[in-house]
C-alpha cells in the first residue's frame, strides 16, 4: 500500500526528468521515491516508455529496485577492493621505506606522501617550497639534487639519484630519489613527481663491506710486506753472522793496541747496528724470539716512567692512568717495554712544541660487533694499552701507511721507518691487535688489546752464569746451507778443539752420518734449508743415532721448533754465543 506522498509523487514531473524524457523521445510514465530495505530512502526514481506504448507500472519499481540494489553490491565491493588495495600499497610503502611526492612548478609547491613525511620527520600533510625541499639534503648533496630538479623541470630528463638528507630532527640518512616530468595537453611541463626511498640500511650495510674489504687488503698487504721483510732479515742475518764472527776472530789473534784490532772493533759496531735493523724487521715479519710470560701491565709500565720522562723531555707531560684489578696478559715484557717505548718517541716526535702524552690500562670486551669489523679479531676479553698524544694528528692516507716497514713523515735522517712497524710486529706475535685514531691537528691515539690470560702468575728465575769452559772436544755434525756461516761455524768449533763433520743440506748429512762409523754427540743444523728442513733431518737421523744432542739455528723466530724442549741458537751469531750454546746443550 503505498502513502499519499507516493501517490502524488507518481503525478509529478520535474525538469531534470522532462529533459532526459525529451532528448530520449520517451514518455515519462512514474517518478516516485527509492526506499530500500534497513536503508529507507535513498533518492527519487524516474520511470520513461517509448511513446506510444503502455507500459504496467505496478511492475516497475520492484524491478529497477531489484536492480539499482545489484548496482550497489557491486559498487559497495569494488570499494572494498579499492580500500584494501590501497591498504596493500600503504603496507608496501611503509616495509620498502618509499613514498611518493608531487611538484607543482605552478604553485612552487612540493606534496609528499605520509611516507615521505615521515621520513623527513615532518607533519603529515606537510606542504614545502622547492627551496625548502632542497634544504633537507646534505650540502655535499644539494647541488647535484638541485641541478637534476631543475633540468628535469626545464627539459624533462627524469633522474635517479642517491643522496644523504637530514631530517628535521637532524638524523643523517641515505636516500634514493626518482624524478619525473609530466606534461599538458600543449606538451609544456606544468608538474615532476617520484619517489623517495629511505636506503640508510643498504648504504651502511655497503659500507661496511668496503671497510671489511679494505681491512682485508691491507692485512694482505701486511703479510705480503712481512714475508719480505722476513726474508730480507734472515738472509741479512747470515751476511751479519760472518762479518761479526770472522771480525770477532780476527780481534783474537791481535793486541788490543793494533789499529787493525780498532778497525775491526768498528766493523763489529756497523754490523750489530745491522743486526738491529734485521731484529726490527723480524719484529714486524712476526719471526723474532719471544720469551713470553704471564704479567701484570701495571708494573711493567710502571718501571718505565722515569726513563720515558727523560726520553720525553721537560716539554711533554707523562701522564699513567693504571687500570684498577687489570687482568693479566702472556707476553714478552722486554718487547712489550719496545712497543711502549716506540710509542713515546713516535708521540714526542709529532709534539714538536710540547704536549700531553697518556698511557693508560684498563679491561675491555670486544663484542662480535667489532671482531665482524676488524677479521683478525676474535671477540672476548681484552687488556686495553692506550697511548694517548696531543700532538700533530694525521690524516687517513697516512694511517693506512704507518705500520709498513720504512715508511715515515719525518725529514730524511730522522727516522728509520721501522719504530711503528716494531709495534705492530711484536702485538701482532703476541696475538694482539692495534688500531690508531686520529685527525689532523687533533692528536693520535694507539689502542693495544692483548687477549687476558686465566694463566697463572710465573715467577722470574734468576740465572746465575758461572764461568766455564766453553771448549770441547766432542764431535759436531753440522749442518748449513750458506757456506760462509758454515765456514764460520766450522772455523770457530775448531778453534776450541770440536771435531766438525759438515755438510751443505740435509740429504749430504744423512748420507755422512750413515758412513761415519764413531759417535756424533751433536747435530747443529739449521732450521730452514732447501728439500729437507733441520726438523725432518733430526726425525730421520733419531733412529740412526738415538743418543746425539740437537741444536738448531735460525734467522727466524721458534715457531718451526719441534718441540719446546728442543735447543735453539738465534741467528746473527757471535763466537761466544755458538760456544755457550753448543757447550750447554751437550752438558743438558
Not at 6 to 20: F, I, L, M, R, Y
Not at 38 to 58: L, Q, Y
Not at 101 to 124: F, K, N, T, Y
Not at 517 to 524: A, D, G, R, S
Request: hydrophobic share 40%; charged share 25%; proline share 4%.
Amino acid at each position: 500500500m503505498r502513502d499519499d506522498a507516493a501517490a502524488s509523487a507518481d503525478k509529478q514531473t520535474g525538469p531534470a526528468s522532462e529533459t532526459v524524457a525529451a532528448s530520449n523521445g520517451a514518455a515519462q510514465v512514474s517518478r516516485r521515491p527509492w526506499l530500500t530495505p534497513g536503508v529507507g530512502g535513498i533518492g527519487t526514481a524516474s520511470f520513461f516508455a517509448d511513446v506510444g506504448h503502455e507500459v504496467p507500472t505496478a511492475l516497475l519499481p520492484s524491478f529497477v529496485t531489484t536492480t539499482l540494489e545489484n548496482a550497489l553490491l557491486r559498487a559497495l565491493k569494488d570499494r572494498s577492493t579499492l580500500e584494501q588495495s590501497k591498504a596493500l600499497l600503504a603496507i608496501a610503502g611503509r616495509t620498502a621505506r618509499l613514498g611518493g611526492w608531487l611538484a607543482d612548478l605552478r604553485q612552487g609547491q612540493i606534496i609528499c606522501s605520509d611516507e615521505v613525511c615521515e621520513l623527513h620527520q615532518v607533519a603529515p600533510g606537510h606542504v614545502a617550497t622547492v627551496h625548502e625541499a632542497l634544504n633537507f639534503y646534505t650540502p655535499d648533496c644539494r647541488y647535484q639534487i638541485g641541478h637534476a630538479f631543475e633540468r628535469c623541470a626545464r627539459e624533462g630528463l627524469p633522474y635517479d639519484l642517491e643522496a644523504s638528507i637530514q631530517t628535521a630532527q637532524g638524523q643523517t640518512l641515505w636516500v634514493r630519489v626518482i624524478g619525473n616530468a609530466v606534461r599538458d595537453s600543449n606538451g609544456a611541463i606544468y608538474q615532476l613527481h617520484g619517489s623517495v626511498q629511505d636506503i640508510t640500511p643498504e648504504k651502511m650495510a655497503e659500507q661496511k663491506h668496503a671497510h671489511l674489504e679494505e681491512q682485508f687488503r691491507q692485512a694482505q698487504k701486511m703479510e705480503t710486506i712481512g714475508n719480505l721483510a722476513g726474508g730480507i732479515a734472515h738472509d741479512f742475518n747470515n751476511l751479519i753472522s760472518v762479518i761479526l764472527g770472522f771480525a770477532n776472530l780476527a780481534k783474537e789473534d791481535l793486541p788490543a793496541s793494533d789499529a787493525r784490532f780498532a778497525d775491526l772493533s768498528e766493523v763489529e759496531k756497523a754490523a750489530q747496528r745491522a743486526s738491529e735493523l734485521t731484529r726490527q724487521l723480524l719484529a714486524f715479519s712476526r719471526k723474532q724470539m719471544l720469551s713470553p710470560r704471564v704479567l701484570d701491565l701495571n708494573p711493567v709500565l710502571s718501571s718505565l716512567e722515569r726513563m720515558l720522562a727523560r726520553l720525553l723531555g721537560e716539554d711533554v707531560h707523562l701522564s699513567f692512568l693504571p687500570g684498577d684489578e687489570l687482568d693479566r696478559v702472556h707476553a714478552d715484557p722486554g718487547q712489550l717495554e719496545q712497543v711502549i717505548v716506540n710509542l713515546a718517541v713516535n708521540a714526542r716526535d709529532a709534539m714538536p712544541r710540547g704536549g700531553n702524552l697518556t698511557i693508560e690500562t684498563s679491561n675491555v670486551e670486544l663484542d662480535d660487533d667489532y671482531a665482524w669489523n676488524h677479521p683478525e679479531v676474535t671477540a672476548g676479553c681484552y687488556v686495553l694499552l692506550a697511548v694517548r698524544d696531543s700532538g700533530e694528528g694525521m690524516d687517513r692516507a697516512t694511517q693506512a701507511r704507518i705500520f709498513e716497514p720504512f715508511f715515515t713523515t719525518k725529514e730524511q735522517g730522522k727516522g728509520t721507518g721501522l719504530g711503528l712497524a716494531t709495534v705492530y710486529g711484536i702485538v701482532r706475535q703476541s696475538g694482539g691487535h692495534i688500531e690508531v685514531q686520529s685527525e689532523p691537528g687533533q692528536g693520535t691515539t694507539f689502542k693495544i688489546y692483548l687477549p687476558r690470560t686465566d694463566r697463572a702468575p710465573q715467577t722470574a728465575v734468576a740465572h746465575t752464569r758461572r764461568a766455564q769452559d766453553l771448549r770441547g772436544t766432542e764431535t759436531v755434525l753440522l749442518v748449513e746451507d750458506e757456506d760462509q756461516v758454515r765456514a764460520l761455524v766450522r772455523s770457530v768449533l775448531h778453534k776450541n778443539g770440536y771435531n766438525v763433520l759438515e755438510a751443505q743440506n740435509g740429504g749430504e748429512a744423512f748420507l755422512l752420518c750413515e758412513k761415519y762409523q764413531e759417535k756424533i754427540e751433536l747435530l747443529l743444523t739449521d732450521l730452514v734449508m732447501p728439500r729437507m728442513n733441520g726438523r725432518e733431518l733430526a726425525d730421520r737421523l733419531a733412529p740412526l743415532r738415538p743418543h746425539m744432542k740437537v741444536l738448531y739455528m735460525s734467522g727466524y723466530n721458534e715457531e718451526e721448533m719441534p718441540d719446546t724442549d728442543s735447543a735453539f741458537l738465534s741467528k746473527p751469531l757471535s763466537p761466544d754465543s755458538l760456544l755457550s750454546k753448543v757447550r750447554h746443550t751437550l752438558a743438558s
